[in-house]
């Protein structure tokens, strides 16, 4: 890092996108800069990935791998490729005047040319200790049912799914294919999701719904054996056998940092203009989960992470900085 010449590209965050993103910009030989993060509470750098067990839908890979070792693997071909790592988040940004200015929460300020924020988002969690617990260790709970429902470990079992907006009811249809039951728990007596959805969800033979129910605890040591309800209304607690838990109650994009310099979606999430990566502020591009409510997957990620690089790289050229467009070179 230099205090004195400015960076041609930063790259905030570490999943899917950022570690792609700085493959391409590495490999263009713009000299990347990653602020990957640092370990806040139970979020880690390299994002949701962190807290799945087996992956078996990243192209490249026909035999299952963990979250953890695919990230590693990205992050290690990045800088493989020339990308620099700072294990710090970003505090703060200044993206009002150029070069932008990042500071760090330990590091001098930064300035840079171009910024690629890849930050992601936060899945929503009960709050429970048994809960986390068995998330971070594989043990049966999710936050991503499209990502994990389909492994072997959870089919044929009772499936609990936590949530009433129509994120939880695709993930309760998604797994009707692989479970045995699905069950919603729901703290309210009517979903807040669309007539339709909420429909598909009440009319299908393998779904039922625990209305007016919390989860109070996680049950399992190593893998998850059931479930602690509760009744919003009476207090009264029951037990549920389950084989696996999704929590679908939503995801907060990360990002309070940039403190409302980036015009942002209803939900949080950061505009970008159609098809493209590029943000309000000329020269800042974003990906992955951070600008997608929608998908949520790795490989999505992936492909905005180097949509963002090849943007950022042509600003530059377009600039006067930086080296021929890779949009416009030979696809290598």
């Known amino acids: 890092m230099s205090a004195s010449r400015p960076e041609n590209i930063v790259i905030i965050g570490s999943g899917p996108a ?29 994002g949701q990935l962190m807290l799945t067990t087996d992956i078996e839908n990243f192209p490249g890979f026909p035999d299952p791998i963990s979250g953890p070792e695919l990230m590693d693997r990205i992050k290690a071909q990045a800088v493989h490729h020339g990308a620099r790592v700072v294990s710090e ?65 959870y089919r044929n079992k009772r499936l609990a799914v936590v949530g009433g907006g129509d994120t939880a009811m695709e993930e309760a249809m998604y797994l009707t294919k692989f479970a045995s039951e699905v ?16 429909n598909r969800v009440l009319t299908h033979p393998k ?7 919390q989860v109070a605890e996680v049950l399992g040591d190593d893998v998850i054996t059931g479930l602690v309800l509760e009744d919003t209304r009476s207090g009264e607690k ?18 309070r940092f940039l403190a409302g310099q980036l015009d ?33 997957q790795a490989i999505t990620s992936a492909g905005t992470g180097c949509m963002a690089a090849l943007e950022a790289e042509r600003w530059l050229a377009h600039h006067g900085i930086g080296e021929t467009p890779l949009l416009e070179a030979v696809d290598g």
């Not at 594989?138 to 049912?145: F, N, Q, R, T």
């Not at 779904?207 to 129910?213: A, D, I, K, P």
Request: hydrophobic residues 45%.
């Open 18 to 46: 950022a570690w792609t993103a700085a493959i391409y910009a590495a490999r263009a030989n713009l000299n990347p800069l990653v602020f990957e993060g640092e370990p806040v509470g139970t979020e880690l750098p390299g």
């Open 89 to 153: 988040l970003v505090k703060q940004v200044d993206f009002s005047q150029r070069p932008f200015t990042l500071t760090p929460n330990y590091s001098k300020p930064v300035t840079a040319h171009t910024v690629v924020v890849a930050t992601g988002a936060a899945a929503k969690w009960i709050g429970l200790e048994s809960e986390m617990r068995l998330a971070q260790q594989g043990g049966g709970v999710s936050a991503c049912a499209v990502c994990d429902g389909a492994m072997p470990f």
């Open 183 to 198: 069950v919603v728990i729901h703290r309210r007596d009517s979903f807040r999701a669309s007539k339709v959805m909420a």
């Open 207 to 213: 779904v039922r719904v625990e209305w007016n129910s």
């Open 238 to 255: 029951r037990a549920l056998e389950v084989g696996g838990l999704f929590v679908a109650i939503g995801h907060t994009p990360n990002t």
């Open 264 to 296: 942002t979606t209803e939900h949080g999430y950061l505009k970008v203009a159609p098809w493209r990566t590029a943000t309000n502020v000329d020269g800042v591009f974003a990906a992955g989960d951070v600008i997608d409510d929608y998908y949520r």
